[in-house]
């Protein structure tokens, strides 16, 4: 498995690290465990896996195991197993539980093809795993794929669920099944970079860079999968967006086409104005998205209804020519090549005056989805500078410094615990601690000041 802070994100089966003789050793030992016992249902039992021992002859070589634990219920990996040995185990555990034997291994049937697993995650792995909350207002897994997640899918203007504080951040469970691990792993990575999830920070960018990462897919080493795979490849590079330059600024383009698109059709005062009609004809339109902390200008311009020019962060995109658009779907080329994307808005983009803004945009080459900044900011909306505020919901749970203590960057202020786990948050300045207006035991919400920090003379 690939793990973080100890916690499994891809999982699969059957594991490529085992060879025969210690697969049926382990199967034999699990066995004997739940006999001793005498376990009569369905349940799990964990092992570690050693490095390979060499082999004095130069043969192979053997691997040593260690028994950890038996968990007397099914684990989150399950469907894996379901997915290479064709049963289903939560049916098998119920049977079993109303009065039923435990099928021979031979009334199962052997094992077919290879299936993995990922954990879509609501965290931000650029920012240390930093746990995300918010509404959801669109989620949508394509391919043939299982997914056992929280919500349905949300094209309509319905959200599809909330992800708050008080629960794990795991959103969804993704399975793939394929005749070998490697068609397995394209299919699931195909279908994680085509995933929509609107309103909260995945997980899903890294997902998909590890599942096509050489050392995961297999080059010669024996490292493929192994729980020290995030230690080896940091998760800030893994996680950065997948689209990037000229993938990104197209699908950028084709967000702000569509809502060109859809106030032309809204527009029932000027129907008769060409699209993109400006008294200064030089002049381009503009409008600005965001991914992460990162602005993005699209500029550009219409001439009789025509897309005559398109720029992304003042590049001038080669040959544009606007086939079709419409709020939800861009049929656009570029220098000669014709691509398609789907596009999905939360009202923002159009009215540009909600909050929580997103438009989506899926292409051949994955999904993005984009912030739309207000046009109109909220007066007092930002903090006051020294300010340290709290980047998610959560509750306080200890606070290390007290009006007039002093402090420098990087020390501890205060621990918030939010979605099961803990978050420290520190000092991004040095200076003198003005105030704490929470304690221990407070609720805050995202954007809450937690510690105001002065320079001394009361600045």
Same mark, same amino acid.
């Given at each position: ?17 085992? !060879? ?23 349940? $799990?039992? %964990? ?10 002859? *130069? ?6 195991? +260690? ?7 099914? /684990? ?8 290479? @040995? ?6 098998? /555990? ?10 021979? /291994?031979? %009334? ?42 929280? +919500? ?17 951040? @795991?959103?969804?469970? =993704? ?23 609107? *309103? ?45 330059? &000229? *993938? ?27 699209? #993109?009609?400006?008294?200064?004809? $030089?002049?381009? /339109? ?6 992460? %902390? ?18 992304? &962060? ?16 861009? &049929? ?8 398609? +994307? ?9 009215? #540009?005056?909600?909050? !929580?803004?997103?438009?989506? =945009? ?7 989805? +984009? ?29 290390? =410094? ?14 918030? %615990?939010? @979605? ?10 040095? #200076? ?22 002065? &320079?001394?003379?009361?600045?």
């Amino acid at each position: 498995s690939i793990q973080r802070r100890h916690q499994k994100i891809i999982e699969e089966a059957p594991s490529p690290s085992l !060879d025969p003789d210690t697969r049926t050793a382990l199967h034999a030992a699990a066995v004997a465990a739940g006999a001793a016992i005498g376990y009569t249902n369905a349940g $799990t039992v %964990e092992f570690l896996l050693g490095p390979r021992r060499p082999d004095p002859a *130069g043969g192979a070589g053997g691997q040593e195991f +260690f028994f950890l634990e038996v968990n007397t219920r099914l /684990q989150v990996e399950h469907p894996v197993t379901e997915a290479v @040995m064709g049963v289903d185990l939560v049916r098998l /555990q119920l049977e079993v539980a109303a009065g039923g034997a435990v099928p021979d /291994q031979a %009334e199962i049937g052997p094992v077919e093809g290879h299936a993995l697993e990922a954990r879509l995650y609501a965290e931000d792995p650029t920012a240390d795993f930093l746990p995300s909350t918010g509404v959801v207002r669109a989620f949508d897994v394509p391919g043939p794929v299982r997914v056992d997640g929280a +919500f349905d899918d949300a094209a309509g203007a319905a959200p599809a669920g909330v992800v708050s504080q008080y629960y794990d951040p @795991m959103v969804a469970k =993704v399975i793939a099944h394929g005749p070998d691990r490697v068609i397995a792993a394209r299919r699931l990575a195909a279908s994680l970079a085509g995933t929509v999830i609107d *309103g909260i920070a995945t997980n899903r960018d890294l997902l998909v860079r590890t599942l096509r990462h050489p050392e995961f897919v297999g080059d010669g080493t024996d490292n493929r999968g192994d729980s020290e795979f995030l230690i080896r490849n940091p998760a800030a590079e893994l996680g950065r967006p997948l689209l990037e330059g &000229d *993938g990104l600024a197209l699908a950028a383009a084709a967000a702000v086409l569509a809502a060109q698109a859809g106030r032309r059709a809204a527009d029932a005062h000027t129907p008769g104005v060409a699209t #993109g009609f400006r008294n200064v004809l $030089t002049t381009p /339109q503009r409008t600005t998205l965001t991914i992460g %902390e990162r602005p993005i200008e699209v500029a550009y311009r219409f001439v009789r209804g025509r897309l005559s020019s398109l720029a992304v &962060d003042g590049a001038e995109l080669v040959a544009p020519a606007l086939h079709a658009a419409t709020a939800d779907a861009v &049929d656009l080329s570029i220098d000669g090549v014709r691509r398609t +994307f789907e596009v999905r808005s939360t009202s923002g983009l159009n009215a #540009g005056d909600a909050e !929580d803004a997103t438009v989506s =945009v899926r292409g051949a080459d994955g999904s993005v989805t +984009f912030g739309v900044p207000a046009r109109f900011a909220e007066p007092d909306a930002s903090a006051a500078p020294g300010s340290t505020v709290a980047a998610m919901p959560g509750t306080i749970v200890a606070v290390a =410094v007290t009006p007039g203590d002093r402090v420098a960057e990087g020390d501890l202020l205060v621990t918030m %615990e939010a @979605m099961k786990m803990e978050l420290a948050v520190t000092a991004t300045t040095g #200076g003198v601690v003005g105030s704490v207006p929470i304690s221990v035991g407070d609720t805050v919400e995202a954007g809450q000041v937690l510690v105001v920090i002065e &320079d001394g003379d009361g600045n």
